[in-house]
């Protein structure tokens, strides 16, 4: 089983033994506390369930412990929690606009929204097969959506809000339900031309919303202020020092940016332009490190990162101000919003693409434009993934299940769309098959060379990259789609 079985196991054994002020601190384990409080809470919770199961895994000491009750419990608290997750899926569900619906009901888009997300390929294997809990929380992601879409405006800002204090991810989101927020629900009116009409401007729901954030962030920060641990659990929060990427590199412009440092390196040996003598051993030979000091082009800081993913969401939530499109501005800008930070930020975790497939899902039933991105990034993200399983019994099953949800997809969506044009260009299309001889070379070819022993990181690099052009690819024509599209009243568009 995965390092995430002891990651949470450990945190099993944190919140049920120690006291509420020694829990961002404790280190017996390298796999320390690093979320917010509100999952601190919910582990907490957990734990007394777990004592009945296997008392053994609620022991701090008992590093990497492993039994078959333990592995029962955690697998079983995933799929209770992820009744919320399919509460969720109802939610959104209900609204998608049915004027595309078809006589027979696996043609609705309803229908094929609720497969989408509830068989998504990613999502079953971070969370049941390599093991995490992002079930319930895109859950209350999607509850959130599903809030603003049908206008109870509060009850989104409250679900994303309680969201952010069990996972700080989510942050990567946070402008388009900010901005949003403010453009339908602070100003309560346009102008006929949909132009934001100033007067509109309501200072009582301004404070609703400030109230509600207020609110949250004190039961989850208020008792670590009061103990003055505040700065302690923003620092295990947000770790800087892990380094520009994660154990492997996620498929953004950074693994591009570190590939190009790799190929420089090596054309920079091979005519004498740099000296080996001054380059680190783990430059050409470590492959995806997490502390990676790039040779030739300039090395990466945190603030770099952040100042490139702030100007890359930025259109996004100029367009969501300037060009309202109701809901569907608002699910784009979220889409957005989610491939920026996963492009640009920093210590990026391949499984956080899925943060921008699930609400995608939402938009590829209701346009053919759509539909064909979704195909791109879902394809390209899900196949990103593959690395997370990595034995040889598991590699049937992932293929199986990717194979499943892909084909499903490919032919749901091109049903729902027949009238319309083809769903992908030859171009993408090609792009996509290409996928098929890099798994091959990746499972069966590269083990069989000597290069496995000498250079052990290559089929993770070809991956990381090949990905990445892929979601790059949809992220820019997502954002162009966005750009060029006219806006409209606001009113008309909800």
Not at 10 to 34: C, F, G, M, R, V
Request: charged letters at 15%; one cysteine or more.
């Amino acid at each position: 089983h995965s390092t995430d079985f002891e990651v949470h196991r450990n945190w099993l054994a944190i919140t049920h033994n120690l006291p509420l002020s020694q829990w961002y601190y404790e280190a017996t384990s390298e796999w320390t506390l690093d979320y917010p409080p509100f999952f601190a809470w919910f582990e907490y919770a957990l734990s007394h369930i777990a004592k009945y199961f296997d008392p053994q895994m609620l022991v701090i000491q008992n590093l990497n412990y492993s039994s078959h009750a333990t592995i029962f419990f955690q697998r079983f608290s995933v799929i209770f929690t992820d009744i919320l997750f399919i509460y969720a899926v109802r939610e959104c569900c209900r609204c998608v606009n049915g004027k595309r619906a078809g006589k027979d009901i696996m043609e609705k888009p309803a229908f094929i929204l609720a497969a989408l997300l509830l068989w998504n390929f990613g999502l079953l294997i971070v969370d049941h097969i390599h093991f995490q809990y992002n079930g319930f929380l895109f859950g209350l992601m999607l509850l959130s959506i599903a809030r603003l879409c049908q206008k109870r405006y509060l009850e989104g800002a409250a679900l994303f809000a309680v969201l952010l204090h069990f996972k700080h991810i989510y942050v990567y989101v946070a402008p388009a339900y900010g901005i949003y927020l403010l453009r339908s629900y602070c100003f309560t009116a346009n102008n006929t031309d949909g132009s934001l009409k100033w007067r509109s401007f309501s200072f009582l729901h301004v404070t609703l919303l400030g109230l509600i954030v207020c609110l949250v962030s004190a039961l989850s920060l208020g008792p670590f202020i009061v103990l003055g641990q505040l700065p302690q659990v923003i620092s295990r929060l947000f770790p800087f020092k892990r380094g520009l990427c994660h154990a492997y590199w996620a498929p953004n412009f950074w693994a591009l940016y570190n590939a190009m440092d790799k190929a420089l390196t090596v054309v920079g040996l091979k005519y004498n332009f740099l000296d080996p003598t001054k380059i680190p051993k783990a430059s050409m030979t470590g492959g995806l490190v997490q502390e990676f000091q790039h040779t030739v082009l300039p090395s990466v800081t945190p603030l770099a990162t952040l100042i490139c993913t702030l100007i890359s969401i930025l259109p996004s939530v100029f367009c969501l101000w300037f060009k309202p499109q109701g809901p569907r501005g608002f699910l784009q800008c979220v889409v957005l919003c989610a491939l920026s930070s996963f492009m640009f930020g920093w210590h990026v975790h391949e499984k956080a693409i899925l943060l921008a497939i699930l609400p995608l899902s939402l938009l590829s039933v209701q346009r053919a434009k759509d539909a064909g991105i979704y195909l791109i990034l879902t394809t390209t993200g899900h196949f990103s993934l593959f690395p997370l399983l990595f034995t040889l019994p598991e590699l049937p099953i992932k293929i199986l299940l990717m194979l499943l949800f892909t084909i499903y997809s490919f032919s749901s969506l091109k049903s729902l769309f027949r009238r319309e044009k083809s769903l992908l260009n030859w171009l993408e299309t090609i792009y996509l098959f290409q996928l098929v001889p890099l798994e091959i070379f990746c499972e069966i070819v590269f083990p069989l060379t000597p290069w496995k022993l000498t250079l052990p990181f290559v089929p993770l690099l070809l991956t990381s990259v090949y990905c990445a052009l892929g979601i790059t690819y949809a992220w820019l024509k997502l954002y162009v789609s966005v750009l060029t599209e006219p806006g409209s009243v606001r009113q008309k568009a909800e």
